[in-house]
């Protein structure tokens, strides 16, 4: 079994930049992905008549109901348009700071889980509830005049409204959840981890930008990118070390790990008996194969 890759500690400037660059790819990539109506309108009858089937067809009661209450459903159209974002790079930044180590491959799974999106994008276009023909949802943002969101009103402009499945809304959301669940010491905290995404889920139903098998879809996507990271990285995001200096083969510039040279202990050599033997005039002489000449001095005339 390979061992898991070394940590690496990353860099302000470069991840910022890596994110803004990846997320202006993926609006493009998004945005530029053919918007056919038709095809989308059929998708969304297909997935209204299947959720009717189930007997799960409940958006279109959440929607009429929060929308007659006026300060929940703004409130929810501010947190559709907002908390998308500010949430996950807040979760970012928390692990920027706390757990370098697992940064990184958190991050993969982000990148990860949103790219595979845009094959569900390209390959089944959904019209969103909020402008499907087959039932009557009410768009949150036009008649509330909510500012801020890309999915109606001036910026619809500007954005594919039949990128629906699956639901990036979701996939982010539950990255964050799971990333807290695992990753944060205190309760309090992994509590709310466990509420943002559910909490998500309400609110995209409630506005009628997403059918609930859409968060299925952002779901799929997300178990995608934890399977990218564990592979790239060979381990899970929460068994990697904390800190990106305990790496092995890595320093925190990036550069290998040279060993430093141990100094050799001095070797003391035992004192050896040495066996003289006598001759019979009772002289000394050397153990048999000694050389004279090597074991003692050689006395020189003055």
């Given amino acids: 079994m390979r061992r898991p890759l070394a940590p690496r500690r990353p860099r302000i400037w470069f991840e910022i930049a890596l994110i803004a660059v990846s997320y202006w790819v993926y609006s493009l990539i998004r945005n530029a992905v053919p918007e056919h109506e038709a095809v989308a309108q059929r998708h969304a009858q297909w997935v209204w008549d ?5 007997g799960l067809a409940f958006e279109q009661t959440v929607n009429h109901t929060i929308n007659k209450i006026t300060w929940l459903i703004v409130g929810m159209n501010y947190y559709y348009a907002t908390l998308h974002f500010v949430v996950t790079i807040g979760v970012l930044v ?3 700071r706390r757990q370098p180590g ?11 889980t949103t790219a595979v999106a845009l094959v569900g994008y390209y390959f089944f ?3 969103p ?5 087959g039932a009557e949802f009410v768009d949150t943002v036009i008649v509330h005049g909510t500012w801020g969101s890309m999915a109606s009103g001036d910026m619809a402009n500007v954005s594919n409204q039949f990128a629906a499945m699956p639901s990036m809304h979701i996939g982010w959301s539950a990255w964050c959840g799971v990333i807290l669940l695992l990753l944060a010491r205190r309760t309090w905290v992994r509590v709310l981890g466990v509420l943002y995404p559910v909490a998500t889920l309400v609110v ?6 997403h059918f609930w098998l859409d968060a299925v879809g952002g779901l799929l996507c997300l178990a995608f990118g934890f399977a990218v990271a564990k592979w790239w990285y060979r381990a899970h995001v929460h068994r990697l070390p904390v ?4 790496a092995p083969s890595r320093r925190a510039d990036g550069g290998p790990v040279v060993a430093e040279p141990v100094a050799a202990e001095p070797v003391v050599a035992e004192p050896v008996a040495v066996a003289v033997a006598r001759s019979d005039n009772g002289s000394e002489q050397p153990p048999p194969g000694d050389d004279p000449s090597r074991s003692r001095p050689v006395a020189t005339a003055p």
């Fill in 50 to 54: 299947f959720q009717q089937t189930l």
């Fill in 243 to 246: 800190e990106a200096d305990a």
């Fill in 125 to 127: 276009p959904l019209a």
């Fill in 94 to 96: 928390w692990l920027y």
């Fill in 102 to 112: 697992r940064y990184g491959p958190a991050r993969t799974v982000l990148f990860a």
């Fill in 129 to 133: 509830p909020r402008l499907f023909d």
């Fill in 204 to 209: 995209i139903v409630a506005t009628g930008n």
